[in-house]
């Protein structure tokens, strides 16, 4: 799995490099993508796509697939990867945001869509009953809708984890982001790599049924080996779906590149960790964590599940 080192060390300055060519991408287009951000616009709804100039949104939006935004733009937390904004929200949550995105997914024309939000360690639950009732919500107005949820870590609260988890959402996703041993220089010291294992943990014993998903970032400084041993980690909690994605700095104040990954590498990492039993990998320079969830094997995969459900609870009636 060979990798391209693109960012040196000297003792005056770090030397960056260009981008390779694998990172570029086409504009995005496309009539239905034209639609939904038309309709995004009108409604005043946040999408993470939007917010973090997601490369992949032509294709996951013409796909059906889009990813929503809760609770706000600011992040209690300050993770060095992450250019969302860091501060006191202060307790403000508009409490009305649950109907306001069920009514607005109800009208859109998406097959799939992923509710995720910033980490809200000022609210007295961390924000877990605003997840849920928008899960509940949105399953009640779009019945056939696909939802997946890609939460923060709520400390590993198994009370707030569980008000989610009840609400049943399809996939429950919490990502690892990178490797135990570059955790504490990546992510927010109240996050943890354990921790997070424990959450998706958390999840399977609650209701095994439920999909959990994770993802991780490459190009931060992470060896081959402590690649795999994330893998495995996640298996030995049963994660069933896993991402990686190349990093890219988005800003000169976060951590820099230290490698661009070729995407020879990252194919060779789907076919390892599709060899350990995940379910379904989705690998690639620029692969994000909800980067086509609605692909067909998952779409695949759920509807037949839910059919199961529907005889199992015809059967007990």
């Known amino acids: 799995m060979s990798t391209m080192v693109t960012e040196k060390e000297s003792p005056k300055r770090r030397v960056r490099f260009p981008k390779p060519e694998w990172i570029k991408v086409r504009s995005a287009g496309g009539e239905r993508y034209l639609e939904l ?22 294709e996951c939006w013409s796909g059906g697939t889009a990813t929503i935004m809760l609770m706000g733009e600011v992040c209690t937390r300050g993770c060095r990867f992450c250019n969302v904004k860091t501060g006191n929200p202060k307790g403000v949550l508009d ?5 306001k995105v069920a009514y607005a997914v109800s009208q859109m024309s998406l097959d799939y869509v992923v509710l995720t939000s910033v980490d809200r360690d000022d609210l007295a639950d961390e924000g877990s009953g605003h997840f849920a009732e928008t899960v509940r919500l949105l399953k009640e107005l779009s019945p056939s809708l696909i939802i997946e949820v890609l939460t923060p870590d709520f400390k590993g609260n198994a009370t707030y984890i569980r008000k989610i988890v009840e609400a049943r959402p399809d996939v ?3 990502n690892v982001e990178t490797v135990e041993r570059l955790t504490a220089r990546v992510r927010d010291p109240r996050a943890g790599y354990q921790q997070s294992l424990r959450v998706l943990e958390m999840v399977k014993e609650m209701d095994p049924s439920r999909f959990t998903k994770s ?4 190009g931060l400084g992470e ?11 996640l298996r030995s909690v049963g994660c069933d779906v896993v991402t990686f994605g190349q990093y890219l700095q988005p800003r000169p104040r976060h951590l820099p590149v230290e490698e ?10 789907q076919i390892e960790a599709e060899g350990m039993g ?15 969830a609605g692909e067909f ?7 037949k599940r839910r059919r199961q459900e529907a005889v199992v609870e015809a059967k007990g009636e």
């Open 37 to 58: 951000k038309e309709m995004l616009k009108e409604l005043k709804l946040a999408t993470v796509c939007q917010e973090a100039q997601c490369p992949n949104i032509g």
């Open 95 to 99: 409490l009305e945001e649950p109907q």
């Open 172 to 174: 429950f996703a919490h």
């Open 215 to 218: 993802s991780l970032m490459l």
């Open 223 to 233: 060896t081959q080996e402590e690649v795999r041993q994330t893998l495995k980690d």
């Open 260 to 269: 661009f990954i070729k995407p020879e590498a990252f194919r060779q990492w």
């Open 278 to 292: 995940f379910l379904y990998v989705a690998s690639g320079p620029l692969v994000r964590s909800s980067y086509r």
């Open 297 to 303: 094997f998952m779409k695949g995969v759920i509807e």
